[in-house]
C-alpha cells in the first residue's frame, strides 16, 4: 500500500483519480505548517500540492520513504529539485494544463491596458463619462516579440495572428520547424527581438540563465513607447528596472501578473504606477486550468507509483513518444552495462570511470533515458542504497568520476540497437544488444558475436577452442542442479579464443565458478546476477 498526502487544495477531481486505486491510500490535509508537515512527511511515498507548500531540502531529507513530489501545475522553484534528485525522487509537474488560461488573460490584460479598461470601468462606477480621456490603441499592426517559444509562447503566437500582428521570437532551444509551424520569424538574438518590438511578453521558467533577463539595458533598447508583460515567473524582469522605465515615459506601460516577493508588497511602487495592470498570479487561476493540472499531475504521480513509469518527471531523462516502448531499450541498456560492469572486474578493473552509450536511430528519442539506464546498470551493486533509480543514477555517476556520454549511431546494425561501452585504467569493454518490442538479446560482448537472452543469471566464459569444453560446462552445471536455459558460443577463429554466454535459472554459487575455472581449458568465468526492478 502506498501512502499519498495532497495538499494546497488540489483540485477534487485529480484527486479522485488517487481515491480511486485502491492501492493507494490518499489524505487529503490543508496545507500544514512546517513544523507538523515535517513531523509528518516520513509517513508517504507522494505528496501532491500546488506552490502553497515549499518543497525544501530539510523536507526531503526527512521523507524517507518519499519517492515522488507532485506540483499541480508548471512551476516548481517551490521545490528543491537538485535535493530530490540527488535522493532518487521524482518531481512531476503539470506543463500543460494551464496553457490556454495563460494565453487567454495574456490577451485580456494587453488588451485591457491598451484600451484603458481598468480605468474605464472605475471612472464608470464612480459616476464619470470620460470618453475624450480614453483613447485606445489596438493590437493589430504591432510586433509581438516573444521570449521563450514553448507550450505558451507558442499558444499566444498563435492567437496574435488573429488579431493581425506581426510575431517574432527568441527562443535559441527551438527548432527551426517549430518556428515555421507557428508561423512565427526567428530572432537571432535577444537583442535583435527586443530592437523591432512593440509588446515584449516572456515565457520562460526561471533559471539562472533567465534571472534578470531584461533589465535596464535590455529595457533600453526597445522602442519608445513599447509594453511589456510577465507571466511567467518573478524574477525575470528585473522590477526595480522596470520601475525607472515606466516612471520616465520610456515604455507605455506593463503588465505585471508575477512577481519576485509574493503577495505583493503594499508599498511596492508598482500599485502607484497608473501604465501598470497588475494581476495576483492569476495565469492559471481559471477553473479549467486548476482541474486540468490537477488531473495531470494525479495521473504522473499515480503512475510513476503504480507503474514505476517516470516520464513525466522533470528530474529524469525520459524517452520521448511512448514511454512504454522505450521500456525494452533501457532494460537492454542497463543490462548491457552490468554485465560488462562485472566483465572489467574480474580483469581487474573496479573503478568504472568512462560509460558511453551508443544507440540506433529507432531509439534516438529515448538516448537520454537510455544512458540513465545505463548508468544505474553501472551502479547497482557497486552502490548500497535502495534509491538508486532512473532519476539519479547521472548524478550518482558524476560523483563517482564517471564521465558519461550518448550518441546515436546508424553503423550498429540495427535501428533499435544498442551499444554500452565502459573503461576504466587501460581497460574498455563494450557490450551490445538489440531491443525489440518482442525480444531483448545481446548480440556481441566485446570482439563476439553472441545471441542470447540477457534474463536472471548470466555465466560468461572464455575458453580455449577445443572439442569437449561444452560437454564439460554442461555435465558440471547439471551436477550443481543449475538449469541451462540459452547457450551460445562464439569464436573468433577455429582453435583459438572463445567465449560462451550461458543464461540460467535461479543464482550460481561461487563454488560453482571455481568448479568452473578449475576447467583446463577455461580461462574466465563471470557470472552476472541481474536485477529486475
Known amino acids: 500500500m502506498h501512502r499519498v498526502l495532497v495538499t494546497d487544495d488540489v483540485d477534487a477531481e485529480g484527486v479522485a483519480l488517487l481515491l480511486a486505486e485502491p492501492s493507494l491510500q490518499v489524505d487529503v490535509v490543508p496545507t500544514l505548517p512546517v513544523a507538523e508537515l515535517h513531523a509528518r512527511i516520513g509517513e508517504y511515498d507522494a505528496i501532491v500540492g500546488r506552490s502553497a507548500t515549499r518543497i525544501t531540502r530539510d523536507l526531503l531529507e526527512r521523507a524517507s520513504r518519499l519517492r515522488v513530489v507532485g506540483r499541480a501545475g508548471v512551476g516548481i522553484d517551490n521545490i528543491a529539485v537538485d535535493v530530490a534528485t540527488a535522493l532518487g525522487i521524482a518531481v512531476i509537474n503539470a506543463p500543460a494544463g494551464n496553457t490556454v488560461a495563460v494565453a487567454e488573460l495574456f490577451f485580456g490584460a494587453v488588451i485591457g491596458l491598451l484600451r484603458q479598461i481598468p480605468r474605464a470601468d472605475t471612472g464608470m462606477h464612480g459616476g464619470k463619462w470620460e470618453r475624450g480621456q480614453l483613447l485606445g490603441r489596438e493590437l493589430k499592426g504591432k510586433v509581438l516579440g516573444i521570449v521563450g517559444l514553448g507550450r505558451i509562447g507558442g499558444e499566444v503566437a498563435h492567437r496574435a495572428h488573429a488579431f493581425g500582428m506581426t510575431v517574432v521570437s527568441y527562443d535559441p532551444y527551438v527548432s527551426d520547424e517549430r518556428f515555421a509551424a507557428l508561423r512565427v520569424r526567428r530572432a537571432p538574438t535577444l537583442d535583435a527581438l527586443l530592437a523591432e518590438t512593440n509588446i515584449l511578453t516572456v515565457h520562460t521558467p526561471l533559471t539562472e540563465e533567465t534571472r534578470g533577463m531584461i533589465g535596464a539595458r535590455e529595457l533600453g533598447r526597445m522602442p519608445s513607447k513599447s509594453v511589456i508583460v510577465n507571466m511567467a515567473r518573478g524574477g525575470i524582469v528585473d522590477e526595480d528596472a522596470l520601475v525607472e522605465a515606466l516612471q520616465s515615459d520610456q515604455l507605455r506601460g506593463a503588465v505585471m501578473d508575477v512577481f519576485v516577493h509574493e503577495p505583493l508588497a503594499a508599498e511596492h511602487p508598482f500599485r ?17 486550468a486548476q482541474r486540468n493540472v490537477a488531473k495531470d499531475v494525479c495521473v504522473g504521480v499515480r503512475d510513476a507509483l503504480l507503474r514505476q513509469d517516470l516520464s513525466r518527471s522533470v528530474n529524469v531523462s525520459a524517452a520521448t513518444g511512448d514511454w512504454t516502448d522505450m521500456q525494452p531499450a533501457m532494460l537492454l541498456a542497463r543490462r548491457a552495462a552490468a554485465v560488462a560492469r562485472a566483465l572489467l572486474a574480474d580483469q581487474g578493473t573496479r573503478a568504472v570511470t568512462q560509460l558511453t552509450v551508443r544507440c540506433g ?31 539519479n543514477a547521472r548524478t550518482l555517476a558524476d560523483a563517482r568520476g564517471i564521465a558519461c556520454s550518448v550518441g546515436v549511431s546508424s553503423d550498429l546494425g540495427h535501428a533499435r540497437a544498442i551499444e ?25 560482448i566485446g570482439a563476439f558475436h553472441v545471441d542470447v537472452n540477457p534474463r536472471q543469471t548470466l555465466v560468461v566464459l572464455t575458453n580455449h577452442d577445443v572439442p569437449g569444453v561444452i560437454g564439460r560446462v554442461g555435465t558440471l552445471l547439471g551436477e550443481a542442479h543449475v538449469n541451462i536455459a540459452e547457450y551460445h558460443q562464439a569464436r573468433l577463429a577455429q582453435g583459438g579464443d572463445a567465449l560462451a554466454a550461458i543464461t540460467v535459472d535461479g543464482v550460481v554459487s561461487e563454488d560453482v565458478r571455481q568448479a568452473l575455472l578449475a576447467v583446463p581449458e577455461i580461462q574466465t568465468a563471470t557470472i552476472v546476477q541481474l536485477r529486475d526492478r
Not at 554500452?420 to 556481441?444: F, K, Y
Open 420 to 444: 554500452v561501452s565502459l573503461g576504466g585504467g587501460m581497460q574498455q569493454l563494450a557490450v551490445a544488444g538489440v531491443a525489440t518490442p518482442d525480444a531483448v538479446r545481446l548480440t556481441r
Open 361 to 391: 536511430p529507432a531509439l534516438a528519442g529515448g538516448s537520454s533515458a537510455l544512458l540513465a539506464s545505463a548508468a544505474v546498470g553501472v551502479l547497482e551493486g557497486v552502490l548500497e542504497s535502495d534509491r538508486l533509480n532512473l532519476i
Open 272 to 288: 502607484h504606477i497608473p501604465t501598470v495592470l497588475l494581476t495576483p498570479h492569476l495565469g492559471a487561476n481559471s477553473v479549467e
